[in-house]
């Protein structure tokens, strides 16, 4: 139990170009998800926290218009960069968890290339 | 930003040895959670140790949690070359038990 999946999986884009990285809880349903930031050989920086239902909630130093998130329903969050920079390129990764636990949940991660 | 630091950044042992991995954090948590993330893939949860636990078990894994000294410790025992990985310990803070933040992570290397 406790499967998270993001779609795609990898993604190359062209500067300019927005993109949408999907992260779903398949076999629960999950009250908040997270969303990391990965660069090479570094640890996961936070981003943001996502409530189905309700806006979400930045870190300190990440731009809200830039990584729009959007948690419609229980099992799905969205991640979209807007006008992609070659220095947003990195590796997306979701958590999902449930409620009143402290368990995340993670999902196998999306790498970008932004050329 | 990150809440922890990991200790040492990379390890490298050979097969059935011990292999240690310290975390330091710097506020008040409710829970510590270890992760193993392989090359380039998603994280697995290894283990989650609550602030009033000292020490917790799983299978060839033992967590402890020294609140005092803000520290906590993996022990993955009789090592296996499929154990390589980046380790990562996760904390929350004490009013909030629902964002984790990450430790830099140690790059443990089992050798067959």
């Known amino acids: 139990g406790a499967v998270v999946s993001q779609h795609p999986s990898w993604v190359i884009c062209k500067s300019g170009t927005s993109v949408k990285i999907e992260c779903r809880s398949l076999d629960f349903q999950a009250t908040t998800m997270f969303w990391y930031r990965q660069f090479p050989k570094q640890s996961l920086m936070l981003m943001a926290t996502?409530?189905?239902?309700?806006?979400?909630?930045?870190e300190q130093g990440v731009e809200k218009d830039k990584f729009l998130i959007n948690h419609a329903s229980l099992t799905l969050s969205t991640l979209t960069v807007t006008s992609a920079h070659p220095e947003d390129s990195s590796f997306y990764i979701c958590s999902a968890k449930l409620a009143r636990r402290p368990e995340q949940y993670f999902g196998p991660g999306t790498r970008l290339t932004v050329t | 930003s990150q809440q922890g630091e990991e200790d040492p950044q990379a390890l490298s042992i050979q097969e059935g040895e011990n292999a240690t991995m310290n975390c330091s954090y710097k506020?008040?948590?409710?829970?510590l959670q270890w992760y193993r993330q392989n090359s380039g893939r998603g994280l697995v949860h290894l283990i989650l140790?609550?602030?009033?636990?000292r020490e917790k078990h799983s299978g060839r894994l033992r967590v402890t949690l020294d609140t005092s000294k803000k520290s906590s410790s993996l022990l993955i025992t009789a090592s296996r070359a499929a154990d390589t990985a980046s380790y990562f310990c996760?904390?929350?803070?004490?009013?909030?038990?629902?964002?984790?933040?990450f430790g830099s992570g140690t790059k443990l290397n089992v050798k067959p």
């Open positions: 506020t008040s948590i409710n829970n």
């Open positions: 140790i609550r602030s009033n636990e």
């Open positions: 996502s409530n189905e239902g309700s806006k979400a909630t930045y």
């Open positions: 996760a904390t929350d803070r004490e009013y909030n038990f629902n964002k984790f933040y």
